[in-house]
């Protein structure tokens, strides 16, 4: 079992940086494929970023690719979503994922957090 935690959502404007956090706790993140995912309101979860089990891969969907940096520390304890030239879009809650195999769909992740809200305002 892995129970995650999300922080580091806020309110921020247009074109500025907020860096996410998830904190995992049951065992290491080592052998999991790490997902962030979001939702706006009215609209289904969506892929953000993921980040390959072994590290060696990093995915991203188109609409921040180039803006957003996914990452692990070396423990393997916790993964970031750094986030940078934020837009208004990109306003959701944000939710951190573990599974298995790496995916961009929410039914290949086993385990999420709670969520954590992120406001961009224009």
């Known amino acids: 079992q892995v129970q995650l935690v999300e922080s580091g959502g806020g309110l921020v404007q247009a074109g500025d940086s907020l860096r996410l956090s998830c904190a995992a706790s049951g065992r290491t993140l080592s052998s999991y494929v790490m997902g962030w995912f979001r939702q706006a309101p009215g609209k289904e979860r969506e892929f953000v970023a993921a980040?390959?089990?072994?590290?060696?891969?990093?995915y991203y969907s188109d609409s921040v690719k180039g803006r957003f940096t996914i990452s692990r520390d070396n423990a393997k304890i916790a993964v970031y979503l750094q986030m940078g030239s934020l837009k208004p879009e990109d306003t959701a809650v944000y939710y951190c994922?573990?599974?298995?195999?790496?995916?961009?769909?929410?039914?290949?992740?086993?385990?999420w957090g709670q969520g954590t809200q992120v406001t961009v305002s224009s």
């Open positions: 994922a573990a599974g298995r195999t790496v995916g961009r769909t929410v039914g290949e992740y086993d385990y």
């Open positions: 980040y390959g089990w072994n590290g060696s891969r990093l």
